[in-house]
């Protein structure tokens, strides 16, 4: 015959060891059985995600997911598996061994993008979700053509002027950063100057060019040239 006892008082979590002896009526009693025991976790685990460095735009859906992971129980991460979905349940996604790197895609179309994680160890704890969010932004602004100097034109000024209008509606998403004026010949002397403000509302001078602003002052932002 098999006998059984279950505990009915809950056990703290754990690892808790049980041997048994048995006694007759006489007072008289074995010696202990063998050890048994039992790992008692109840903790789920917790964790974070991070898109893309914690970056606030991107502009591609192939993003890199910065992962942590932990457990009040295990020690270490092998242990603990993650679900990774770009839906708010995560119906779609399936538990796979924790990594602290994890290769992800976005859904299609420009705006918020929400990643979302879960986690589970050994003992199918689960732990609630964990998100993080960044905008995809994958639409170039709005092109726009110089206006001064027109296309072959001539000068005999060494410090010659290049003049545009200021975007009013560059980026739908993300928003201006900066104007890039690429300046060639086909020599090695050409230079880019990467870092125009698109928003400043004072001249701009280096060793070798004056950015000017004008009618960046006022409140009409569709009479801005740069």
């Known amino acids: 015959a098999t006998n059984s006892f279950t505990h009915?008082?809950?056990l703290i979590d754990g690892t808790w060891y049980f041997r048994v002896k048995v006694v007759d009526v006489a007072g008289?009693?074995?010696?202990?059985?063998?050890?048994?025991?039992?790992?008692?976790?109840?903790?789920?685990?917790?964790?974070?995600?991070?898109?893309?460095?914690?970056?606030?735009?991107t502009n591609t859906r192939q993003v890199t997911l910065a992962l942590t992971a932990s457990s009040g129980f295990f020690f270490g991460t092998s242990n603990i598996q993650m679900k990774i979905s770009n839906l708010p349940d995560l119906s779609d996604g399936v538990y796979e061994p924790f990594t602290a790197s994890k290769s992800w895609m976005l859904p299609s179309g420009d705006g918020t993008k929400t990643v979302y994680v879960q986690f589970k160890d050994n003992t199918d704890n689960e732990s609630g979700a964990y998100t993080d969010t960044i905008v995809l932004d994958t639409t170039a602004p709005t092109s726009f053509d110089l206006i001064d100097p027109g296309q072959n034109t001539y000068t005999n000024n060494e410090r010659s002027t290049f003049r545009w209008r200021a975007a009013t509606n560059g980026d739908a998403t993300s928003g201006l950063s900066k104007y890039k004026l690429e300046i060639d010949n086909g020599s090695r002397d050409d230079f880019t100057i990467d870092n125009i403000s698109p928003s400043r509302t004072t001249n701009y001078e280096a060793l070798n060019y004056v950015i000017n602003y004008e009618n960046f002052n006022d409140s009409d932002n569709t009479n801005n040239y740069i």
């Open 8 to 10: 009915t008082t809950p």
């Open 28 to 57: 008289n009693e074995s010696s202990h059985s063998s050890n048994g025991s039992v790992q008692i976790n109840t903790g789920a685990p917790s964790g974070t995600v991070t898109i893309s460095s914690g970056n606030r735009y």
